[in-house]
């Protein structure tokens, strides 16, 4: 068995040594103990923590600013049966490790560190748990825990790995070898960027705007982001890297068509340059698409041109259809958009 650090806590009583446990899950997903009533992350600044407390999950930018703050990442696995005054006594309940192991994402490898000589595994120093009231605290520098020596390493090492903490949990340590169980806290560092969709065509109005998007590719992508500018900019950057991260705007962006709306502020007559950026579950950005150039068209004058064109839909520029008919709808909006421009420019 690895050498580790044993820790001595009153135990349960014979009827809760009795609870099933529950199926081996998938090894990227962190494990609960029967003998574990609660599990709780702390906050690792922004980072996401599931509904379970089990999982924390952080992008490049987080990991960047926690990595430089050196902190720390901690776990806290409930267990109450160690208050109860009826089992007090009764048998003695020893926990073991911590220890930490990591694996790629998808990766289903099974991992039980207690197993001789495991070379995924870790073991913390005994600092690294403490137990009070209950309450099973495992606490461990993120800098360990991922082994980068410094904050630049988030940005460029372009990983998405899964870091997990594993506590051991010894009911009867004479029958440790059917009885054990353990329990896990996980950190997902995903430091991969999104690929950046591409805008294909746009139109505005002052107060909306509406493009196609060829959405990227990343099965992560939660939402798809718009920067608008008066003056022409390089695409390939990102939003951070300008100083412009703020004045991102969400796109409602329908998935199947790749139609997407927006409201805007702009001044009727104008050019504008788009470019679009996606953003991934760990919230981390793509870099800026080329930018788009797209014309601001006062909006009655659009619909004119809308209705001279064949247009039947009766709620203005900014109504939105369902189904099959928004593709339809949205390349009669261009097609006009297109044309009524035109004509303008072509009459001053």
Request: proline content about 4%; overall charge negative; glycine content about 8%.
């Amino acid at each position: 068995m690895m050498n580790s650090k044993k820790w001595a806590l009153a135990l349960l009583g014979a009827g809760a040594l009795g609870a099933t446990p529950v199926a081996e899950a998938e090894a990227r997903t962190p494990r609960r103990s029967p003998l574990v009533q609660d599990t709780q992350a702390a906050t690792l600044g922004t980072a996401l923590i599931s509904d379970d407390g089990a999982t924390i999950t952080a992008g490049i930018k987080v990991c960047s600013k926690q990595i430089e703050e050196n902190s720390q990442v901690k776990f806290s696995f409930t267990t109450t049966y160690a208050n109860d005054d009826a089992v007090l006594g009764d048998a003695e309940q020893f926990f073991e490790g911590p220890y930490t192991y990591e694996l790629e994402r998808e990766a289903n490898n099974a991992i039980n560190c207690r197993e001789d000589e495991n070379p995924d595994c870790q073991t913390l120093s005994e600092d690294a748990l403490t137990i009070a009231d209950g309450v099973a605290e495992v606490e461990v520098a993120l800098r360990d825990l991922v082994g980068f020596s410094n904050a630049e390493l988030c940005e460029t090492e372009g990983t998405d790995m899964e870091h997990f903490v594993q506590l051991h949990i010894l009911p009867n340590t004479t029958t440790v070898a059917t009885e054990a169980d353990y329990t896990e806290g996980r950190v997902i560092m995903d430091l991969i960027r999104p690929d950046a969709p591409i805008p294909d065509e746009g139109v505005s109005t002052a107060s909306k705007m509406q493009l196609t998007v060829q959405v990227a590719e990343a099965e992560d992508v939660s939402g798809y982001f718009a920067l608008i500018s008066t003056e022409r900019f390089e695409g390939g950057q990102l939003p951070s890297e300008m100083g412009r991260e703020d004045e991102l705007v969400p796109i409602n962006l329908n998935m199947t068509t790749g139609v997407g709306q927006f409201g805007v502020d702009l001044e009727e007559g104008t050019k504008v340059y788009v470019a679009v950026a996606s953003r991934d579950e760990a919230k981390n950005y793509s870099v800026l698409s080329e930018p788009l150039e797209v014309d601001v068209v006062p909006t009655e004058d659009f619909w004119d041109y809308y209705v001279g064109a064949g247009g039947s839909e009766t709620g203005g520029y900014g109504c939105t259809s369902t189904g099959g008919s928004s593709t339809s709808l949205w390349t009669l909006l261009v097609a006009t958009m297109v044309l009524g421009v035109g004509r303008r420019r072509f009459t001053r």
